[in-house]
């Protein structure tokens, strides 16, 4: 039975995978990404029965669509939202404000979880899921028989820290990042090395963010390493992770039809993109029937995405700097001088984006498969497509895409690309002509641009949701870059109290001398014999 709540993987075309297999494994076996069988359609009554609908009770209600009862009964899911959510400090977990009334011009604030990032709404589920299902396993079993998770990451910033604050304190689950000593934002390492729960694990090491990347690889293939320690990873492709997005596109836009007490309003939702995860929510809630005008994709100078949706063609360019966070850069590109461009929007340094290959998989079902196909060959068909898309962006580092999937890709999405100069530039332009004096974020300030663009050669007319994804306070420099010398400016007016002790708060870090593996596998297990003691 075709059902979305079984799940299956954009490479294979074998199917059948259940929720807990998804969260628990992250990535196929065959190195696709897993999707739903089938997107679920809404409710008739959805736009009535859900439009007072808390944040939480939203996230139920859409969470049940995906994951079957009998893999998690209701009271559980019920109990593992609450908990994701109490973390947050607003209220309405991701507020709706709007920058300028005149203009339509609406930011969706998702940077109220303990990071002060987007990635927690996402993390913070994901950590209680993966104890969710290992206490489970574990129900009954002695200490020595019980299932054990190790789970380790390397970090220029924002992922580390949003998978720390998800993970810490959870039962059975150890987590290890690794950091550039020295190397990343002090704010940013304060955030993790404060965090002194016992199965948090910083490891600083002597080395660049590529060497950290490289030794956590080294570790993944290490298979005597893995066995023995039931290595996990938190990366951006984890299917749980797409699903929590999908909530606030939701909540806002019932935040907005309140606000304007509009049942028919079609709002447009500007994204700051870099691995494609939080627009491919997007995409999701709009697949499932949510009336949305447009996705925009909005990128830095990293613009892989926006070139694709210019021409067809999506190509990893020659640009010299450092890999990117997150990102499964191709085979050999960094050896020939391929890297991402370091940009004032760090955490949308990309080289590609990880989980555009399931948008792909979708273009290729719809456009290169037709409905009067047996639904089965038609999965198969689009994953053949995206096993050879993908063999292609190994071998020659890029594909074109038929014209049928670019117009399939256009009708859903469009795309800006927005320069360094242009992000602080807008981060000026809103704090001094916006409603409230608003201090946009570097990455927030990619999709406003964009949303901005819009409105020079479209007009006010429809109303835009930019995403804001991270706090301003997190990404200071390209704030003060912008901003400083401003009548009425000071930085210390955005700082939160929670950044303030930071500096001062104890911290627990261990040092790693060099950026050798077999260095890192023996702290990794020096610590880990410690955390049982
Ligand atoms: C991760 C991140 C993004 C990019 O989101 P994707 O899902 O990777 O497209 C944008 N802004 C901030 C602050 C982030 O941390």
Redesign the pocket.
């Given at each position: 039975m075709v059902s979305a709540q079984s799940y299956l993987s954009t490479r294979g075309g074998s199917s059948g995978f259940s929720f807990e297999d998804t969260v628990l494994k992250g990535l196929a076996s065959d190195g696709g990404l897993f999707i739903p069988e089938a997107i679920p359609s809404l409710p008739t009554d959805w736009q009535t029965t859900w439009s007072t609908k808390t944040f939480q009770e939203l996230a139920f209600s859409l969470f049940s669509l995906y994951i079957s009862p009998s893999e998690i009964p209701s009271e559980d899911l019920k109990r593992l939202i609450e908990k994701s959510y109490s973390t947050f400090r607003a209220p309405e977990i991701t507020p709706l404000t709007t920058l300028r009334k005149s203009e339509n011009l609406h930011l969706l604030e998702l940077f109220h979880g303990p990071t002060f990032?987007?990635?927690d709404v996402a993390l913070q589920f994901v950590g209680n899921l993966f104890e969710y299902f290992l206490s489970r396993r574990n129900e009954g079993k002695s200490a020595g028989e019980k299932e054990t998770l190790t789970v380790i990451g390397a970090t220029s910033g924002?992922?580390g820290s949003a998978a720390i604050y998800g993970l810490r304190g959870k039962e059975d689950i150890s987590v290890f990042i690794l950091h550039p000593k020295g190397k990343i934002s002090p704010i940013q390492e304060a955030q993790m090395t404060s965090v002194l729960d016992k199965n948090v694990h910083n490891l600083a090491v002597v080395g660049t963010f590529d060497n950290c990347q490289d030794i956590v690889k080294e570790l993944f293939a290490d298979t005597a390493f893995n066995a023995r320690h039931k290595l996990g990873a938190v990366n951006?492709i984890n299917w749980a992770r797409i699903l929590a997005q999908i909530v606030y596109y939701f909540h806002s836009y019932f935040a907005l039809q309140k606000a304007y007490s509009n049942k028919t309003l079609i709002p447009r939702f500007v994204v700051?993109?870099?691995?494609?995860?939080?627009?491919l929510a997007g995409y999701f809630a709009k697949r499932m029937g949510l009336p949305i005008e447009k996705l925009v994709v909005a990128t830095n100078e990293n613009d892989i995405l926006d070139r694709f949706w210019k021409s067809g063609t999506y190509e990893i360019h020659a640009v010299s700097g450092k890999e990117a966070e997150?990102g499964i850069p191709a085979d050999g590109a960094k050896a020939h001088g391929f890297g991402v461009k370091e940009t004032l929007?760090p955490?949308?340094d990309i080289l590609v984006s990880s989980?555009f290959e399931r948008l792909l998989w979708y273009l290729a079902f719809e456009r290169e498969t037709t409905a009067d196909q047996d639904l089965s060959e038609r999965q198969k068909k689009a994953s053949e497509k995206v096993k050879e898309m993908m063999v292609a962006l190994k071998t020659q580092r890029g594909f074109s895409v038929t014209p049928a999937m670019l117009e399939e890709a256009k009708s859903d999405f469009d795309s800006e690309r927005v320069s360094d100069s242009q992000i602080v530039e807008t981060i000026r332009e809103i704090y001094t002509a916006s409603d409230s004096k608003y201090v946009l974020?570097p990455?927030s300030s990619v999709g406003v641009t964009a949303a901005l663009r819009h409105i020079a050669s479209n007009g006010t007319q429809v109303h835009q949701v930019c995403l804001s994804?991270?706090h301003p306070a997190k990404f200071s420099h390209a704030v003060d870059l912008a901003l400083n010398g401003i009548d009425g400016y000071n930085f210390d007016d955005v700082l939160p109290d929670q950044f303030k002790g930071l500096a001062v708060a104890e911290k627990r870090v261990e040092d790693v001398a060099k950026a050798d593996k077999e260095l890192v596998k023996e702290v990794v297990e020096r610590l880990l014999e410690g955390g049982k003691a």
């Amino acid at each position: 039975m075709v059902s979305a709540q079984s799940y299956l993987s954009t490479r294979g075309g074998s199917s059948g995978f259940s929720f807990e297999d998804t969260v628990l494994k992250g990535l196929a076996s065959d190195g696709g990404l897993f999707i739903p069988e089938a997107i679920p359609s809404l409710p008739t009554d959805w736009q009535t029965t859900w439009s007072t609908k808390t944040f939480q009770e939203l996230a139920f209600s859409l969470f049940s669509l995906y994951i079957s009862p009998s893999e998690i009964p209701s009271e559980d899911l019920k109990r593992l939202i609450e908990k994701s959510y109490s973390t947050f400090r607003a209220p309405e977990i991701t507020p709706l404000t709007t920058l300028r009334k005149s203009e339509n011009l609406h930011l969706l604030e998702l940077f109220h979880g303990p990071t002060f990032a987007f990635k927690d709404v996402a993390l913070q589920f994901v950590g209680n899921l993966f104890e969710y299902f290992l206490s489970r396993r574990n129900e009954g079993k002695s200490a020595g028989e019980k299932e054990t998770l190790t789970v380790i990451g390397a970090t220029s910033g924002d992922t580390g820290s949003a998978a720390i604050y998800g993970l810490r304190g959870k039962e059975d689950i150890s987590v290890f990042i690794l950091h550039p000593k020295g190397k990343i934002s002090p704010i940013q390492e304060a955030q993790m090395t404060s965090v002194l729960d016992k199965n948090v694990h910083n490891l600083a090491v002597v080395g660049t963010f590529d060497n950290c990347q490289d030794i956590v690889k080294e570790l993944f293939a290490d298979t005597a390493f893995n066995a023995r320690h039931k290595l996990g990873a938190v990366n951006s492709i984890n299917w749980a992770r797409i699903l929590a997005q999908i909530v606030y596109y939701f909540h806002s836009y019932f935040a907005l039809q309140k606000a304007y007490s509009n049942k028919t309003l079609i709002p447009r939702f500007v994204v700051p993109t870099g691995n494609f995860g939080d627009v491919l929510a997007g995409y999701f809630a709009k697949r499932m029937g949510l009336p949305i005008e447009k996705l925009v994709v909005a990128t830095n100078e990293n613009d892989i995405l926006d070139r694709f949706w210019k021409s067809g063609t999506y190509e990893i360019h020659a640009v010299s700097g450092k890999e990117a966070e997150g990102g499964i850069p191709a085979d050999g590109a960094k050896a020939h001088g391929f890297g991402v461009k370091e940009t004032l929007s760090p955490a949308m340094d990309i080289l590609v984006s990880s989980n555009f290959e399931r948008l792909l998989w979708y273009l290729a079902f719809e456009r290169e498969t037709t409905a009067d196909q047996d639904l089965s060959e038609r999965q198969k068909k689009a994953s053949e497509k995206v096993k050879e898309m993908m063999v292609a962006l190994k071998t020659q580092r890029g594909f074109s895409v038929t014209p049928a999937m670019l117009e399939e890709a256009k009708s859903d999405f469009d795309s800006e690309r927005v320069s360094d100069s242009q992000i602080v530039e807008t981060i000026r332009e809103i704090y001094t002509a916006s409603d409230s004096k608003y201090v946009l974020d570097p990455h927030s300030s990619v999709g406003v641009t964009a949303a901005l663009r819009h409105i020079a050669s479209n007009g006010t007319q429809v109303h835009q949701v930019c995403l804001s994804t991270a706090h301003p306070a997190k990404f200071s420099h390209a704030v003060d870059l912008a901003l400083n010398g401003i009548d009425g400016y000071n930085f210390d007016d955005v700082l939160p109290d929670q950044f303030k002790g930071l500096a001062v708060a104890e911290k627990r870090v261990e040092d790693v001398a060099k950026a050798d593996k077999e260095l890192v596998k023996e702290v990794v297990e020096r610590l880990l014999e410690g955390g049982k003691a």
